[in-house]
Every structure is written in structure tokens, then in C-alpha cells.
């Protein structure tokens, strides 16, 4: 579970720009701009007038006091806006050991150097093959559907063909999507936006990379990994 330090302020949204800005108006009517962290298109989790969570930093050298945590849309479905926090929603449940798939492994070690490369988490247990496991974070939904990414990702095509290469190595090679919009019900790989990230995907797969997703459950105190998504037919 991702507890955040102080109770997340209420405000509503007037616009996303420039990728990692936001304007919004707080409950008191003072319009203030905040940080943004989050490096997609954000499509259908940006609309102005929406509901928004933001959490507030001590550190006073901060050009933007404020950071964009969770948005909540007219269906009431809440969105993790965040990104970095996904990493901590499933290092918390590693450790808990809620991830199904691998709960056999008590050895996390986060941001685990392989090459050139970093991976999310490296992972080992006593009679278990070492585990690689790169994490995502799913927003885009449409109509119940989440879908990855949504925006093209070089970055994702290549960590996908770096999970091959360790699956194809022996190693124990995973790719969980946490899908940060509570509408999401299943998934799939967004090809139509990313051809190329999608069809590295679907080669990484067939070398035995596992590809796996869970959903959030939400809160204004909290945000913590829950079910687990099955990929749409």
C-alpha cells in the first residue's frame, strides 16, 4: 500500500500544458499551478472541470509546491495521474507478497542495473529461477478496456526486447501493467497507437516473457494494488 504522507487538497482542474504543468482552482477559489508527473498524452484523464487530488511538498525550494496525484472523472472512476508511484504501489505488494505470480520470491531489489540498462525489480528465492520484472503504468481506458501506451514509447520497446533477451537466458521475465484507472476491467496492448512496441511485446512473449496486469484500489489516503485484469480476447 502507497500511503500518502498528508491528506491529498480537493481541487478541480482548468488545464494540462507543457506535459509536467497544470492549473487548477482550490476549493477557496485561488487558481495556482502545479507539477505534473506524468510524461504521456494522458488521453481521456485530463478533462477540465474534473475533480483532482494533489498532495503538497515541505520542501520549500520547489518552484511548485503542489503535485497532481489522482484526477476523478464524471463516472467517478479515479485515475492515478502520478507515474512514480506506480513502482511503489507493486514494490508494497511484493513485499507483501500480493502479486500471485510472484509470490514465491522475499528478495526485491529495486532498480537492479543490467547492462546498460536498469530494471524495475530483480527478484530471488530459494529454488526459484532469478526474476526480472518491469512495471508499467496503465491510464488510458476506453469503454472498460485499458490499453498500453498511449502515447509511442521507445523506452517501453526497449525494455520489452531486454526482458526477451533475460527470458531467453533462462531467467524468470516479467511485465506487469498497474492499471491506475479504477474503470479498467481488462487489457490489452495499444498496436494502433505503438506498431512497434506491441509487436515487441508479442515477440518477448513468445520467448516466455509473462505479461501480467492488476488494478488499484483508490483512496484520498491511500492507493494500493487489488485484482488482478485478465487481457482482453
Not at 500518502?4 to 487538497?9: K, Y
Not at 530459494?126 to 490499453?147: A, F
Not at 488494478?215 to 485478465?230: H, M, R, T, V, W
Amino acid at each position: 500500500m502507497l500511503k500518502f504522507e498528508s491528506p491529498l487538497i480537493e481541487a478541480v482542474l482548468i488545464k494540462r500544458y507543457k506535459r509536467f504543468l497544470a492549473d487548477v482552482e482550490l476549493d477557496n477559489g485561488q487558481l495556482i499551478t502545479v507539477h505534473c508527473p506524468n510524461t504521456g498524452s494522458m488521453t481521456n484523464c485530463a478533462q477540465p472541470g474534473w475533480k483532482v487530488l494533489l498532495s503538497e511538498s515541505a520542501n520549500k525550494k520547489r518552484k511548485y509546491a503542489h503535485t497532481w496525484e489522482l484526477a476523478i472523472n464524471d463516472d467517478g472512476h479515479w485515475i492515478g495521474i502520478n507515474t512514480n508511484n506506480a513502482n511503489k504501489i507493486v514494490k508494497a505488494a511484493l513485499q507483501q507478497r500480493k502479486i500471485i505470480e510472484l509470490a514465491e520470491y522475499g528478495q526485491i531489489i529495486p532498480e537492479y542495473k543490467v547492462g546498460e540498462s536498469r530494471i524495475d525489480f530483480f527478484m530471488q528465492a530459494d529454488g526459484m529461477p532469478d526474476c526480472y520484472l518491469e512495471v508499467k503504468s496503465m491510464t488510458l481506458c476506453e469503454n472498460s478496456l485499458g490499453l498500453f501506451p498511449d502515447a509511442v514509447t521507445q523506452r517501453g520497446t526497449k525494455h520489452a526486447n531486454e526482458l526477451a533477451e533475460l527470458a531467453k537466458a533462462g531467467h524468470k521475465a516479467v511485465l506487469l501493467f498497474c492499471a491506475q484507472h479504477s474503470g479498467i476491467t481488462q487489457f490489452n496492448i495499444a498496436s494502433h497507437i505503438d506498431e512497434k512496441y506491441a509487436h515487441a511485446v508479442s515477440e518477448a512473449q513468445k520467448v516466455g516473457v509473462e505479461v501480467i496486469c492488476y488494478g488499484c484500489n483508490f483512496s484520498s489516503d491511500f492507493i494500493e494494488l487489488a485484482q488482478s485484469i485478465p487481457i482482453a480476447d
